[in-house]
């Protein structure tokens, strides 16, 4: 019996070896590249997308278990990390007994893969390795894998020992006898499951589990359910609806102690609902949102929740992603985590309770400003930046389409925080004299950025500030500029004059 195997990148990354500068061995046969990696066993591979694969008339892809190169046999043990991938000539797909290894993506993209076969010998699996396969509907495991199985014709791969399911796809039908989702089990290759029934029995719930299951609309979660992974139905556009069932006392954080929203991208969904019986999380005043209940923190919302009287504190990316209009911040919030209202597209509207001792949002300015310093946190598409602000945050504005196109950022702001600006839709801003510091990426990725006036300031620049301002020709500095990192203007038209002027000042 094999002791483990996990879907993770980083563990199986240590059972191949590294080949940063590949310098193996290898050749090219029968429509397949393979790489002598001992003298009995060799790695396959794609060879190009402009060489034939050997399938057969009916779209079937067998990977071979050996293969005779000059008079030697070698035993094919691994198929390399991203190495089939946009192969749409294969419907089907047998993976050989010998396999032991498969890299990560190493089938992403087979968007007419349908069916596949995996062997009795396969100890290791890299992530995502069916991604973006979205016609995937049969998966079959030889009854003779000691560590992996595909229970009951579920038309998944299950980790036997743990019983846990670490992939599946439109087909699948998770056994009573699963305990685990695994992490991106059903990521990416779902893109055709309207609905899922996840059966009693199962407890925990990995990270990204459902996460890009485009046309999921319902999913019914078991009362067994204990914990639920960040990120778990990441961009599941069409969910309509959630039941955070009576069990869930765990909603946990990724390994660098960061929430990410469980609904980010969930741009449908209007109903979010913790069963009243849950003595951890509740959703009171019909809120449409995850609130813990001993420490009053709101974990997670959605494109129509709103914050109750109450709670104390909005997690860390708690509305990252979600289609909400308006916010208003009532007088008992003590803290804001931040991204909490990250990429929050649709708002229009951002209002602080009077009263409120840490936050207002003074003359109606759309926004919320820390009381006691004058950051600007969150603003919105009808922020009007108030003039006594002292510092606009990190990602205050990020991906906020709708500002006014030609920005003038008041005086007596002293610093732009990173992201602050960037992916907006901006076309030309004035930087006040006040101005000290721009950090990085402040305003990188805004396409349709063409002028920016910084005649008036000296700040420093913080490296790839405007990196990808794809329509940035003119930016207008002072006779004495301050300093500037070489990346500031990266990717953007005005790179080979900055250049040219950085080269003068040598």
Not at 181 to 197: D, K, P, S, T
């Amino acid at each position: 019996m094999k002791t483990y195997l996990t879907s993770v990148f980083f563990l199986f990354s240590l059972c191949l070896p590294a080949h940063a500068n590949d310098d193996r061995v290898s050749f090219v046969q029968g429509g397949f590249k393979y790489f002598v990696e001992t003298d009995s066993t060799v790695c396959i591979s794609d060879a190009g997308l402009e060489i034939p694969l050997p399938v057969s008339a009916d779209s079937t892809l067998v990977t071979p278990s050996s293969v005779c190169h000059e008079g030697k046999t070698y035993q094919v043990k691994y198929i390399e990390p991203e190495s089939f991938g946009l192969r749409l000539e294969i419907k089907c797909l047998i993976i050989s007994e010998g396999v032991e290894q498969i890299g990560r993506r190493a089938f992403n993209g087979c968007l007419n893969l349908a069916d596949i076969s995996i062997p009795s010998t396969l100890e290791y699996w890299g992530e995502a390795l069916f991604e973006y396969c979205s016609n995937l509907r049969r998966i079959t495991v030889s009854d003779q894998n000691e560590d992996l199985d595909s229970r009951d014709d579920c038309n998944a791969i299950i980790e036997t020992d743990k019983n846990t399911l670490i992939f599946g796809c439109t087909g699948t039908k998770i056994p009573a006898s699963v305990t685990t989702i695994g992490q991106y089990a059903f990521r990416q290759c779902c893109q055709h499951l309207e609905q899922i029934v996840v059966p009693e029995g199962v407890k925990r719930i990995e990270r990204w589990a459902f996460s890009h299951c485009i046309n999921l609309k319902e999913i019914s979660l078991p009362a067994s359910l204990e914990s639920m992974g960040y990120g778990m139905f990441n961009d599941c556009m069409s969910l309509e609806s959630v039941t955070i069932p009576r069990n869930v006392s765990e909603i946990r954080v990724d390994r660098w102690g960061t929430h990410w929203n469980l609904f980010a991208g969930c741009y449908n969904l209007k109903e979010v609902k913790v069963d009243r019986q849950n003595r951890t999380f509740d959703s009171r005043k019909n809120c449409n949102a995850i609130i813990d209940s001993k420490t009053d923190v709101l974990v997670a919302g959605c494109g129509s929740s709103f914050i109750p009287e109450g709670v104390k504190a909005i997690d860390e990316f708690a509305f990252e992603g979600t289609s909400i209009p308006a916010i208003r911040i009532p007088k008992s919030v003590r803290k804001i985590g931040s991204g909490a209202f990250l990429g929050c597209r649709s708002l229009s509207a951002i209002s602080v309770a009077p009263g409120n001792p840490i936050y207002d949002s003074r003359g109606d300015c759309n926004a919320i400003i820390e009381t006691a310093s004058a950051r600007l946190l969150h603003g919105c598409s009808r922020t009007v930046i108030p003039n006594d602000t002292k510092e606009i945050a990190d990602s205050a504005f990020y991906m906020v389409y709708y500002l006014p196109p030609h920005l003038v950022i008041p005086e007596g702001v002293e610093v732009i925080g990173q992201e602050a600006f960037s992916a907006t839709k901006l076309n030309s801003v004035q930087l006040p004299f006040s101005l000290k510091q721009i950090k990085e990426r402040a305003f990188a990725d805004c396409k349709q950025l063409y002028y920016v006036d910084m005649s008036r300031c000296s700040p420093q620049v913080g490296f790839f500030a405007f990196y990808g301002c794809e329509t940035l020709n003119y930016v207008n500095l002072p006779s004495t500029p301050g300093e500037i990192d070489e990346t500031a203007f990266c990717k953007t038209p005005f790179e080979a004059l900055w250049k040219k002027e950085m080269k003068q000042h040598e």
